[in-house]
Structures are given as structure tokens and as C-alpha cells.
Nanobody, 122 residues
Framework: HVQLVESGGGSVQAGGSLRLSCVASRAIYNTHSVAWFRQAPGAEREAVAAIWPSDRRSYDDSVKGRFTISQGATKNTVYLQMNSLKPEDTAMYYC?????????????????WGQGTQVTVS
């Protein structure tokens, strides 16, 4: 079992930046993929970005060029740097780790989840 804890959310004005952190209870990022999802009130959970042990990265079109996913040096932390934030980025952001086969953007394929951190852009 792996525990994930997100942090770094907050309230910012449009055009601002935030960096989210996802810390795992053990160093899994050299063997497992990690992703960020978000969910706005009344909406479905949607994929934001993912990173693989090979350092391959994928992004949803809505955040390309603005968000960057990266691993920390300690291999138990993954970051999501969010720049040029827009009001439509407002959501609860979740970290997920280890997935079954299939599309990385399908939340039902991810095994471990954190509790989320709120991002509000006004």
C-alpha cells in the first residue's frame, strides 16, 4: 500500500502560479507512473499530467505549455508547476500513482490516490 499526500494548493489571481507537491510514503517513482487529476464541483475527474519512470511526460491539451510535471530528487515526490493560471483551472487537484494498462487519462485505472489540494483562481 502507498499513501500519497498533496500540498501547495491555494487561492491566486489569474495569471499567477502555484506549485503542487505529491509526497509518497515510499520511493516508488523509479518504478511507477504518477499522475495529477483535477475535479471541479459538479464535474468529472479529469487528467492533467502524468510522468513515467522513463521520464516520459504527458499533458492534457488544456494545460500544455502552462503546467509542468516533474520528479523530485528524492524519488518520493512529484511536483506540478502551474503557471499562467486561469479561472477554469479552479478545482481540487489529486495525485495518483501506479496504474493498470490503458489510457493514462482514465482515472479508474489508477490505484493509489491522495486526498487532494484545492486550487482556486479568480
Amino acid at each position: 500500500h502507498v499513501q500519497l499526500v498533496e500540498s501547495g494548493g491555494g487561492s491566486v489571481q489569474a495569471g499567477g502560479s502555484l506549485r503542487l507537491s505529491c509526497v509518497a510514503s515510499r520511493a516508488i517513482y523509479n518504478t511507477h507512473s504518477v499522475a495529477w487529476f483535477r475535479q471541479a464541483p459538479g464535474a468529472e475527474r479529469e487528467a492533467v499530467a502524468a510522468i513515467w519512470p522513463s521520464d516520459r511526460r504527458s499533458y492534457d491539451d488544456s494545460v500544455k505549455g502552462r503546467f509542468t510535471i516533474s520528479q523530485g530528487a528524492t524519488k518520493n515526490t512529484v511536483y506540478l508547476q502551474m503557471n499562467s493560471l486561469k479561472p477554469e483551472d479552479t478545482a481540487m487537484y489529486y495525485c495518483a500513482a501506479e496504474k493498470y494498462g490503458g489510457s493514462w487519462s482514465a482515472p479508474e485505472l489508477w490505484i493509489y490516490w491522495g486526498q487532494g489540494t484545492q486550487v482556486t483562481v479568480s
